[in-house]
């Protein structure tokens, strides 16, 4: 599948069969987080493949709207190294798309569930505080993400998009007025 088509065919899937992803595709899904590109080229996203069934029911109270990793059959949580780069967030941001779409072009769903809130403060402490005490992460790391993946249980209906001209402008910024 190209990489178009992944997009197109790209949806938030939180529900999930019981069916293991083979250790190769595993392989190849890593791949794709490890070759996202970085801000300077600097390594300062890292990634916790997780298959275990256990943990990933205990990930799934990080926050109430991860409830789903519970039925995911492998999740990736990506973690952001502030002190390596100021763009950790960014490139932590862009591996789990890269993920996203490679697990599509793959016929696997994901959903992203966000541990790191950028408005909340201490809502952010207090869910990557939960991740980082399961999964021993150290203290300076900051917990971006967590992707659940699995084989896809439904198949969603296509996309509803907004119109292209909402928020594509050419050569020039122009408002759009029929909002």
Same mark, same amino acid.
Do not use: C
């Given at each position: 599948? *190209?990489?178009?088509?992944?997009?197109?065919?790209?949806?938030?899937?939180?529900?999930?069969? #019981?069916?293991?992803?083979?250790?190769?595709?595993?392989?190849?899904?890593?791949?794709?987080?490890?070759?996202?590109?970085?801000? #300077?080229?600097?390594?300062?996203?890292?990634?916790?493949?997780?298959?275990?069934? *256990?943990?990933?029911?205990?990930?799934?109270?990080?926050?109430?709207?991860?409830?789903?990793?519970?039925?995911?059959?492998?999740?990736?949580?990506?973690?952001?190294?502030?002190?390596?780069?100021?763009?950790?967030?960014?490139?932590?941001? +862009?591996?789990?798309?890269?993920?996203?779409?490679?697990?599509?072009?793959?016929?696997?769903?994901?959903?992203?569930?966000?541990?790191?809130?950028?408005?909340?403060?201490?809502?952010?402490?207090?869910?990557?505080?939960?991740?980082?005490?399961?999964?021993?992460?150290?203290?300076?790391?900051?917990?971006?993400?967590? +992707?659940?993946?699995?084989?896809?249980?439904?198949?969603?209906?296509?996309?509803?998009?907004?119109?292209?001209?909402?928020?594509?402008?050419?050569?020039?910024?122009?408002?759009?007025?029929?909002?």
């Amino acid at each position: 599948m *190209d990489v178009l088509t992944a997009i197109n065919k790209r949806r938030e899937i939180t529900r999930f069969k #019981n069916t293991p992803i083979p250790q190769d595709l595993l392989e190849k899904l890593t791949q794709a987080l490890y070759l996202s590109p970085t801000g #300077n080229n600097l390594p300062s996203r890292e990634f916790v493949l997780l298959t275990n069934k *256990d943990t990933l029911t205990q990930l799934s109270t990080a926050t109430p709207y991860v409830k789903w990793l519970e039925q995911a059959t492998a999740a990736v949580v990506i973690i952001g190294n502030p002190d390596v780069s100021k763009y950790w967030l960014q490139d932590a941001s +862009i591996a789990g798309g890269y993920l996203w779409l490679a697990s599509v072009s793959s016929d696997l769903g994901a959903a992203w569930g966000a541990i790191y809130h950028s408005e909340d403060h201490e809502e952010s402490i207090k869910r990557e505080d939960y991740v980082r005490h399961l999964l021993e992460i150290p203290e300076h790391l900051r917990v971006v993400a967590i +992707i659940g993946l699995g084989y896809p249980d439904i198949d969603p209906a296509p996309k509803e998009m907004y119109l292209v001209d909402s928020v594509l402008h050419l050569e020039k910024y122009i408002a759009n007025t029929t909002n």
